[in-house]
């Protein structure tokens, strides 16, 4: 049966008029619906399992009803809010006509906006996963098994006869994470993970928000990594991701003291919690070959668009680290 036959079942979308690929996201296969009247999202879950979308959607519906904004999942006939064809789960969302802002562009309104909202969203999860949520996410620091599969991904781009300047930035930042991690192992192996587990959304940052026309964040979108996981850790992910993006200006450090400053006005923030989660975190990002691993690897050529932002991050921080973790909580 073909989508436009499902969605005119399930939901009553008559007169489909077109349906076509939504811009941006690095998984899945997402589409616009519009009809003569209506315009929606239709986004795919692809080999996500049943258990794992009622996860997302229960994330939906918990931060909604504790007051937050988000663009949830509509309800078809089948008292369902997803579907499933071809061995992929779908759900059908409203069309939201907000501004979208890039990274480049957000200012200290926006800034200002994304942090409150995180604070409440963190403020509202409390101090305990909620019992819907199963998946967790756990790091762990395996020198051995991080050299092994670095050195080999390395080997594989080294091979590569013409090489790009992609080609020649992706060895120097997988020679600067296996240097980095060799150096500093045993500092590594000492830092012990965070330990507040809480509902996150875990993918925080201005690709998943619609502001209004003041600036104000109006929806929070997209919880498909939601999970149990320290809100130190999403803190931190939300400064090096968002505020600094590879850049490491005093425009940059203005973003993360107004960023947190206004988490602040929400929720509170330990200190010491604080600067242990930023260590933790940016020495997993050192361990991390996701981004470089799908492009040479699995062939998928979204992760290109990470690639400046990881390497000139890790980078910077192989030298700078210290020093910017205690400018950081400096403003808190």
């Not at 242990?276 to 992760?303: H, P, V």
Request: proline share 1%; glycine share 4%; aromatic share 12%.
């Amino acid at each position: 049966m073909e989508i436009k036959q499902i969605l005119n079942d399930l939901y009553g979308l008559k007169n489909i008029a077109k349906i076509y690929k939504a811009e941006g996201g690095h998984d899945g296969d997402n589409s616009i619906v519009e009809t003569k009247s209506d315009k929606y999202f239709l986004k795919q879950y692809k080999n996500f399992s049943k258990e794992r979308v009622i996860e997302i959607h229960k994330t939906y519906e918990y931060f909604e009803n504790a007051g937050i904004p988000t663009v949830s999942p509509l309800e078809n006939k089948n008292n369902s809010d997803y579907f499933e064809l071809e061995n992929n789960y779908y759900a059908l969302f409203s069309f939201i006509n907000a501004k979208e802002i890039s990274r480049d562009e957000l200012n200290k309104t926006n800034i200002a906006s994304m942090g409150k909202l995180l604070g409440k969203m963190h403020k509202v999860a409390g101090n305990e996963l909620p019992d819907f949520m199963k998946s967790q996410k756990n790091r762990k620091f395996d020198i051995e098994f991080f050299s092994e599969n670095a050195k080999s991904l390395l080997e594989h781009i080294e091979n590569i006869n013409e090489k790009t300047d992609l080609d020649r930035m992706n060895i120097e930042t997988l020679t600067n994470k296996i240097n980095y991690i060799n150096t500093n192992s045993e500092k590594i192996l000492a830092t012990n993970q965070p330990r507040d587990i809480i509902l996150t959304h875990r993918d925080f940052q201005e690709r998943n928000l619609f502001f209004d026309e003041n600036g104000e964040v109006l929806k929070i979108f997209d919880f498909d990594k939601s999970c149990g996981d320290s809100r130190y850790i999403e803190i931190s992910r939300t400064i090096l991701f968002v505020c600094t993006a590879g850049e490491f200006e005093e425009s940059n450090f203005n973003k993360i003291e107004t960023l947190l400053r206004n988490y602040l006005k929400e929720y509170v923030i330990d200190e010491k919690e604080m600067e242990n989660a930023l260590k933790f975190y940016i020495f997993d990002d050192m361990f991390s070959r996701w981004i470089i691993d799908q492009y040479y690897m699995k062939g998928n050529k979204r992760t290109e668009y990470f690639m400046q932002d990881q390497h000139d991050t890790q980078i910077y921080m192989s030298k700078n680290l210290d020093n910017f973790i205690q400018r950081v909580v400096s403003y808190l």
